[in-house]
């Protein structure tokens, strides 16, 4: 089965930049989303399709995909930007949908 | 905007099958182009896909579960539901139901239903 690798943790200073990265087989050939997950609430998509953000998530939430790796950017990390991060990917060879084991970020 | 509202019992006794539905509001499961599905995550884990259904009935379970999952869908509700069978301390979990298109990302998840599993 289809596995993506994350980070456990990723600690960032306020006004910082913080970077997640999400690795896996061929994953260049794969749409990448990413969620964020506060503590006691549901997961709520802040980037699709490698790089787009639904409507209502600020811009400083970017993404990427290329050279092996997706990689979502947080910029400016606010104090609530706090939270787990989890990848997630369709797996075509099984049809089935694969998530990373997430990433805690900590604003220092 | 879309709401997804999970319900069912939030204990069930070792052996015995779990059951949870998820009401939908503010749109139409019917003649829709999305799947609804279930995603779980056991305390203090990751995020785990059970499986989906589309309007049609049409399933797809994630293979580490299927021997144990049924995912149904009552059109003239506007709900669908989950039935895990056999269920052990390792199906303790916050069962969120979701809406998503084929192949794609989770843009709607209901609010999570936490579910022990307990004698």
């Known amino acids: 089965s289809y596995v993506l690798t994350q980070p456990s943790s990723v600690s960032v200073a306020p006004g910082q930049t913080a970077s997640i990265s999400c690795g896996g087989d061929?994953?260049?050939?794969?749409?990448v989303h990413w969620y964020r997950q506060q503590p006691g609430q549901a997961p709520v998509l802040v980037v699709y399709d490698d790089g787009d953000r639904p409507s209502g998530i600020p811009d400083r939430f970017s993404g990427s995909n290329s050279g092996g790796t997706a990689t979502l950017t947080i910029s400016n990390v606010e104090a609530g930007d706090e939270a787990d991060y989890y990848c997630?990917?369709?797996?075509?060879?099984?049809?089935?949908?694969?998530f990373g084991a997430g990433t805690k970020v900590t604003v220092l | 905007q879309l709401h997804l509202q999970e319900s069912g019992p939030g204990l069930v006794k070792p052996s015995e099958t779990l059951s949870l539905t998820c009401t939908v509001s503010?749109?139409?499961?019917?003649?829709?182009?999305?799947?609804w599905g279930w995603i779980r995550q056991s305390p203090g884990k990751g995020l785990e896909w059970i499986g989906s259904?589309?309007?049609?009935?049409?399933?797809n379970y994630n293979s580490s579960l299927k021997s144990r999952v049924t995912i149904s869908v009552d059109t003239s509700k506007n709900q669908f539901s989950l039935k895990l069978l056999s269920v052990t301390a390792a199906d303790t979990a916050v069962y969120y139901c979701?809406?998503?298109?084929?192949?794609?990302?989770?843009?709607?998840w209901g609010r999570g239903a936490l579910v022990t599993v307990s004698s």
């Open positions: 061929d994953i260049g050939g794969k749409s």
């Open positions: 997630q990917v369709w797996d075509h060879s099984n049809d089935h949908y694969v």
């Open positions: 979701v809406r998503y298109s084929y192949g794609s990302y989770f843009a709607y």
């Open positions: 259904v589309y309007h049609s009935g049409t399933t």
């Open positions: 503010s749109g139409s499961i019917s003649g829709s182009s999305f799947y």
